[in-house]
């Protein structure tokens, strides 16, 4: 069903209009599926034209794409899509920060804490004791990542853990918005074992006390680099302080495409959204901005690399996790971050007429707009 932008933008503002307790019919959901694959289908096409001006444009065993230095490339990237997945180890649940793309947007002062001494690993919660204990029992993953929310607020406490995971040769990597790290705090982890640290530059909009901590860490943890959610404000940002960015000698800068959720949506009302395979919901222009900065990046030969960490990645993970899990065919945990499909937020994109779909049909009488009833 090739729906036309205008009967899906008819379509689409009617059921913005339903009462959340009134259900959606089948024909209703076929009508639903048709624009998103519009929709998504009309992105591809834009997205394709922009991957074919990349030059040396890389895959890893095609689940993700990528440019420049091939050995710089994370290896805390390659074991969520090749390895045994990603194991997170959730420890903080504070931030220093407020950002507009943060998934916690909003609640960050009810973030329940993991407990007194203790580490959630794989979603059971641990002390530092009962390390030993994992790692006896379940196969050891090939790589480990400390997330939740700014480890820095208490970093004295990741130390012994990371050096329990680096005796057991885990490949370990942190996440940081880097404005608390210090020289001696950056050293510490780099002692402790530490693999990989991770710099989200766009949170602090690549402030310059953050490009210095990146350097730091250089010095002291083999793997350094940038992981930040593709806005224009990073973008824009980004180039501004290029020189000085490419002066810490980072390894590589991971360009996520921002997806959505119930917390930070309406600090993007109004943008141009698409739906992923029924799944993640991002404006058009974080992955659009990712392809254009890795054009630039190839055409200067950056020396390092730089990943297209999108939602076609996302769903690569997914299945390469499951897949490890010995889960069964098919199976996946990508999924959408909505408990109901927010209608409304592709308005926008209906109503914008410089985004065309690629062909338009007639829709059979019985799936017409006119049967709507207002």
Not at 243 to 269: G, M, P, R, S, V
Not at 274 to 297: D, N, Q
Request: net charge negative.
């Amino acid at each position: 069903m090739k729906i036309s932008k205008q009967d899906a933008l008819i379509w689409f503002d009617f059921f913005a209009q339903l009462p959340e307790d009134e259900e959606i019919t089948v024909k209703h959901e076929e009508i639903i599926y048709a624009t998103f694959a519009q929709i998504e289908e009309a992105i591809d096409d834009r997205n394709d034209k922009l991957m074919s001006q990349i030059k040396g444009l890389k895959t890893l065993e095609n689940r993700t794409l990528f440019v420049g230095n091939e050995s710089k490339f994370p290896q805390g990237c390659r074991s969520c899509l090749l390895g045994t997945g990603l194991s997170a180890i959730r420890k903080t649940n504070k931030c220093n920060l407020e950002c507009k793309f943060c998934y916690n947007y909003g609640e960050l002062d009810d973030i329940h804490p993991v407990g007194e001494g203790m580490w959630e690993i794989g979603g059971t919660k641990f002390y530092e004791k009962d390390i030993d204990l994992l790692l006896s029992i379940h196969q050891k993953p090939t790589g480990i990542s400390y997330v939740y929310l700014e480890p820095f607020i208490e970093i004295e406490k990741y130390y012994s853990v990371i050096k329990k995971f680096a005796a057991a040769n885990i490949h370990q990597h942190l996440y940081t918005n880097g404005t608390l790290a210090t020289e001696e705090t950056l050293k510490a982890l780099g002692e402790a074992g530490l693999d990989e640290i991770r710099f989200n530059l766009g949170a602090s909009n690549c402030a310059d006390k953050v490009i210095e901590n990146i350097g730091l860490a250089k010095k002291y943890i083999k793997n350094v680099g940038i992981e930040t959610p593709m806005t224009p404000e990073f973008f824009e940002s980004f180039f501004n302080k290029k020189q000085a960015i490419f002066a810490t000698k980072l390894d590589f800068i991971n360009c996520a495409e921002l997806h959505l959720n119930e917390n930070n949506i309406n600090n993007y009302y109004g943008e141009n959204m698409y739906i992923s395979r029924h799944g993640y919901i991002s404006p058009i222009w974080s992955r659009e901005l990712t392809l254009k900065f890795m054009k630039v990046a190839a055409d200067e030969n950056w020396d390092l690399a730089v990943h297209d960490c999108s939602n076609n990645t996302k769903f690569a993970r997914s299945l390469n996790l499951s897949s490890k899990s010995d889960m069964w065919f098919g199976a996946s945990n990508y999924a959408s971050e909505f408990s109901m499909i927010p209608y409304e937020i592709f308005i926008p994109i209906l109503n914008d007429d410089n985004f065309k779909f690629l062909k338009e049909e007639e829709l059979p009488e019985d799936y017409k707009p006119e049967l709507i009833e207002f």
